[in-house]
């Protein structure tokens, strides 16, 4: 697929990150911190992956642990450092981070324009210890809104990918998470516990 605005639609939000700020609604703090309670162990090291400018990270360090941002667009991530947020450059497909390392990994309105959000997945699913969760908002492409922003999103250039709530559960059942729908709607959540090896086997 060809990709206009270069890998991940980066090139894209290196332009815009100055503006980005001012048109993106706050990120559902609620939903997410639902999607971190289904973890079976404490969640204090937290990663916010494709997470740009800090926008879900503001939302949940109001009342929890301050995610580090981890980005592939420069630009965006120079606007989370001057907001004071901890950052790492990184392809969400490759996190520079050990197996087993974090206590949960978040993507925040960003899962689809990853050019491998199956990859992507189980990558977020290798860093994130056992008991841990990987939770990730998107939105519905089979709401009015959903349609309406998958239209839009053609338009702009951008080679986004959308799923179903019931689709992007398969997407997590398959990288061997256990998948639970948080939230539904235009904007829903998923959440996916990793599981003990024990607990896989049985």
């Given at each position: 697929m060809s990709?206009?605005?270069?890998?991940?639609?980066?090139?894209?939000?290196?332009?815009?990150?100055?503006?980005?700020?001012?048109?993106?609604?706050?990120?559902?703090?609620?939903?997410?911190?639902?999607?971190?309670?289904?973890?079976?162990?404490?969640?204090?090291?937290?990663?916010?992956?494709?997470?740009?400018?800090?926008?879900?990270?503001?939302?949940?360090?109001?009342?929890?642990?301050?995610?580090?941002?981890?980005?592939?667009?420069?630009?965006?991530?120079?606007?989370?450092?001057?907001?004071?947020?901890?950052?790492?450059?990184?392809?969400?497909?490759?996190?520079?981070?050990?197996?087993?390392?974090?206590?949960?990994?978040?993507?925040?309105?960003?899962?689809?324009?990853?050019?491998?959000?199956?990859?992507?997945?189980?990558?977020?699913?290798?860093?994130?210890?056992?008991?841990?969760?990987?939770?990730v908002q998107?939105?519905?492409?089979?709401?009015?809104?959903?349609?309406?922003?998958?239209?839009?999103?053609?338009?702009?250039g951008f080679?986004?990918?959308?799923?179903?709530?019931?689709?992007?559960?398969?997407?997590?059942?398959?990288?061997?998470?256990?998948?639970?729908?948080?939230?539904?709607?235009?904007?829903?959540?998923?959440?996916?516990?990793?599981?003990?090896?024990?607990?896989?086997?049985?």
């Amino acid at each position: 697929m060809s990709r206009l605005h270069g890998r991940g639609d980066v090139r894209f939000f290196d332009r815009i990150a100055a503006l980005y700020d001012l048109v993106m609604p706050s990120a559902d703090a609620d939903a997410l911190r639902r999607g971190l309670a289904f973890a079976r162990r404490p969640v204090e090291c937290v990663l916010d992956v494709a997470g740009g400018t800090g926008r879900a990270t503001r939302a949940l360090a109001r009342n929890g642990p301050e995610p580090v941002v981890v980005d592939f667009s420069r630009g965006m991530l120079s606007r989370a450092r001057a907001d004071g947020h901890d950052t790492v450059h990184a392809d969400a497909g490759t996190l520079p981070f050990c197996d087993d390392s974090v206590d949960a990994v978040i993507v925040v309105d960003a899962l689809h324009h990853m050019p491998d959000p199956d990859g992507a997945i189980r990558e977020a699913a290798r860093v994130v210890s056992p008991g841990g969760v990987v939770v990730v908002q998107e939105f519905g492409p089979d709401t009015l809104r959903g349609r309406g922003l998958v239209l839009a999103e053609r338009a702009i250039g951008f080679d986004s990918q959308f799923w179903t709530p019931d689709e992007l559960c398969a997407v997590f059942e398959n990288a061997g998470l256990t998948a639970r729908l948080v939230s539904s709607g235009f904007e829903y959540v998923v959440a996916g516990r990793v599981e003990s090896a024990e607990a896989s086997q049985g």
